[in-house]
């Protein structure tokens, strides 16, 4: 009995996998179609920040940040990470939307759109990520990743943050449009400047640095940041506040969607009785 329970739960979790996989592989398809400004132009807005930010640190030769990790790589492992979270939380939406007509079949769902397009951005933005690792590994030609398992860690970790608040982001979203335009819009811009992309977490003066921890965001870049060198200073961040927020949002965004998620679905869609699919 239990080990037919077993089977069972993992040929559904396979047919899940299955399903997120195929979810991610027709968007990944989307994006391609748009030609030159679908997948690539993923990357546009996060190299075009990296290569101001860096043009500017050259023209007031600041040293900083330099000291403890490549000023280059400094700024991808802030840039990447975050825009990665935004793509995945604030965007979700209107990638739920997009993929409406999917879920006239029963075993699609609205959580399988979110979860494929949150897969397929983890490896976009994933990709970049090693890009830069390893560029900048060949250009020092040395080995400049510490802890390896704990980079990969930190950056999964930012990617589900942003899947546990882009689930919170449907519901409130269907239900408050105005509440959706604020967080695409103006929490968005707030994240940006307080997730320590721009700045270390060590050179912001104590009486402010406890606004800026706050935000999970910080703490999951500057963790992510020291994983390449352990001597980076971090003072004030904590891998569990990071953790809570992570697995508290992903168990906050499951339970408001199992219980609204007939709002992401059409009136033809729920009042379809059989719909393709319903058969298997």
Known sequence: MIRRSLGLALSQLLLQIRIVGAVAQREL???????????????????????????????????GEGDYINVVLWLALGFIPFFMFADIAIKAISGVQKGGDLYFYRRLRPLDSLMGNALLTTQIFGTMMLVFVLGVAAWEWRAILYSPGVAIFQF?????????????????GHRLPFVAWVIKSVLRRILLWTSCIFFPIRIIPIEFRHWILWNPIAHGVELLR????????????????????????????????????????????????ERPGDEL
């Open 156 to 172: 999964l970790g930012i990617a589900m943050l942003g899947f546990g608040l882009g689930l919170s982001t449907l519901i409130v």
């Open 29 to 63: 398809q989307l994006r391609s179609a748009k030609g030159l400004f679908g997948v690539a132009g993923v990357f546009l807005e996060p190299l075009a920040l990296i290569a101001t930010f860096l043009a500017l640190r050259i023209l007031i030769r600041s040293s």
């Open 226 to 273: 020291q994983s390449f060198n352990p001597a980076y200073p971090i003072p004030g961040v904590s891998a569990i506040y990071f953790w809570v927020w992570v697995v508290g949002s992903i168990g906050f965004g499951l339970f408001i969607y199992g219980n609204n998620e007939e709002l992401l679905y059409s009136p033809e869609q729920l009042a379809g009785t």
